[in-house]
Nanobody, 119 residues
């Protein structure tokens, strides 16, 4: 069983930058393509970004391409967000998949980390 654990959320000011981190346990990290999703208040969860096993291929939602960057090292995946806006306020979920596909469809989910952006 793969367990996914996010960290790095919190309350920030508009214009700040934030880096979310995510680690997994239960399987080698290199076996997994990783992704991030978010859920706005009262909305369904939506795709944000994904990165393949090697870190050389990424997918982004069109709405985040200019301010969000997903990348990974040997042990974690990260979501770097710059120029945060109040409309980025959401719960951010890390996800893991054995497949690299479009659309990205993970099998495992973290519990989510909340990001609140104040104006």
């Amino acid at each position: 069983q793969v367990q996914v654990m996010e960290s790095g959320g919190g309350s920030v000011q508009a214009g700040d930058s934030l880096k979310l981190s995510c680690a997994v346990s239960g399987r080698p990290f290199s076996d997994l393509a990783m992704g991030w999703f978010r859920r706005f208040p009262g909305k369904d969860r939506e795709f944000v970004a994904a990165v393949n096993w090697y870190g050389d291929k990424t997918n982004y939602a069109d709405s985040v391409k200019d301010r969000f960057t997903i990348y990974r090292d040997n042990t974690q995946v990260y979501l770097q967000i710059t120029s945060l806006k109040p409309e980025d306020t959401a719960i951010y979920y890390c996800a893991a998949s054995f497949r690299w596909e479009y659309p990205y469809g993970p099998q495992y989910w973290g519990q989510g980390t909340e990001v609140t952006v104040s104006s």
